[in-house]
């Protein structure tokens, strides 16, 4: 990342989007809160937070959100709109070992029986590769991993997609984008959505390919990025 973070002390998560942070002469401002979930585990009232600033007076809220502690007290990127990123320079850097070998690559395209957009399109003379992203920050237990963090039918409806991709005879892909530092393994939350959990079993089967990369996360650099594969489990 090209600037520097700032750290300050969680207040409170509301409205899902806003955050009230305390800075370190007692200052509290609000801060927008980047992802949509539930955010089980990542919000830990007092504990410290990093956001960034856009630098932008005009923004109603100019600071963002994008690491949390957790109540095990690792690190989570919860900043959402960062997985994109992450994986796409994770493909591109050839950390993703599994997306390597494409001549081309198309974020947000248009497919699917269910008017989706794929995350990912990745393009060569012999094949297309479907690429779907999901960022992985819920950790109940130690090292294990959960997704999703909420009951996702948008989740589900993902996976028939990919499905629908396999059985037409190209590559379909789910890669769980672990922004978690804690997190050494994978696994669907049935618990949380026994649903999702099925879908992504009947998908296993059918030949999506599942894969996770967990990033490195230093919030004092601002610096986050993939560097490990993890295994991913059908169930915990």
Same mark, same amino acid.
């Given at each position: 990342?090209?600037?520097?973070?700032?750290?300050?002390?969680?207040?409170?998560?509301?409205?899902?989007?806003?955050?009230?942070?305390?800075?370190?002469?007692?200052?509290?401002? %609000?801060?927008?809160?980047?992802?949509?979930?539930?955010?089980?585990?990542?919000?830990?009232?007092?504990?410290?937070?990093?956001?960034?600033?856009?630098?932008?007076?005009?923004?109603?809220?100019?600071?963002?959100?994008?690491?949390? %502690? %957790?109540?095990?007290?690792?690190?989570?990127?919860?900043?959402?709109?960062?997985?994109?990123?992450?994986?796409?320079?994770?493909?591109?850097?050839?950390?993703?070992?599994?997306?390597?070998?494409?001549?081309?690559?198309?974020?947000?395209?248009?497919?699917?029986?269910?008017?989706?957009?794929?995350?990912?399109?990745?393009?060569?003379?012999?094949?297309?590769?479907?690429?779907?992203?999901?960022?992985?920050?819920?950790?109940?237990?130690?090292?294990?991993?959960?997704?999703?963090?909420?009951?996702?039918?948008?989740?589900?409806?993902?996976?028939?997609?990919?499905?629908?991709?396999?059985?037409?005879?190209?590559?379909?892909?789910?890669?769980?984008?672990?922004?978690?530092?804690?997190?050494?393994?994978?696994?669907?939350?049935?618990?949380?959505?026994?649903?999702?959990?099925?879908?992504?079993?009947?998908?296993?089967?059918?030949?999506?390919?599942?894969?996770?990369?967990?990033?490195?996360?230093?919030?004092?650099?601002?610096?986050?990025?993939? %560097?490990?594969?993890?295994?991913?489990?059908?169930?915990?």
């Amino acid at each position: 990342m090209s600037q520097k973070w700032q750290c300050g002390v969680l207040l409170r998560r509301y409205k899902r989007f806003l955050a009230d942070v305390r800075l370190s002469d007692g200052t509290e401002i %609000t801060i927008h809160c980047p992802n949509t979930g539930s955010m089980r585990q990542c919000v830990v009232p007092e504990s410290p937070c990093w956001f960034s600033d856009s630098g932008n007076p005009k923004r109603k809220y100019r600071h963002t959100w994008e690491v949390a %502690t %957790t109540p095990s007290g690792h690190w989570a990127g919860i900043n959402t709109g960062r997985a994109n990123q992450l994986v796409r320079q994770g493909i591109e850097s050839g950390v993703v070992a599994e997306l390597q070998g494409y001549d081309r690559l198309r974020p947000e395209v248009r497919y699917g029986q269910e008017n989706s957009r794929i995350d990912f399109l990745l393009e060569s003379e012999e094949e297309r590769c479907y690429v779907e992203v999901k960022s992985v920050t819920l950790m109940e237990t130690p090292g294990h991993g959960l997704f999703p963090d909420a009951v996702s039918e948008r989740g589900r409806k993902h996976l028939r997609e990919l499905m629908d991709i396999v059985h037409q005879g190209d590559r379909g892909v789910l890669l769980f984008c672990v922004q978690h530092t804690g997190v050494a393994q994978v696994a669907p939350a049935d618990e949380i959505d026994p649903a999702y959990g099925d879908t992504l079993r009947q998908a296993m089967a059918a030949g999506v390919e599942v894969y996770a990369y967990r990033a490195e996360i230093d919030p004092q650099r601002a610096a986050i990025a993939l %560097t490990q594969r993890l295994p991913v489990k059908a169930r915990l």
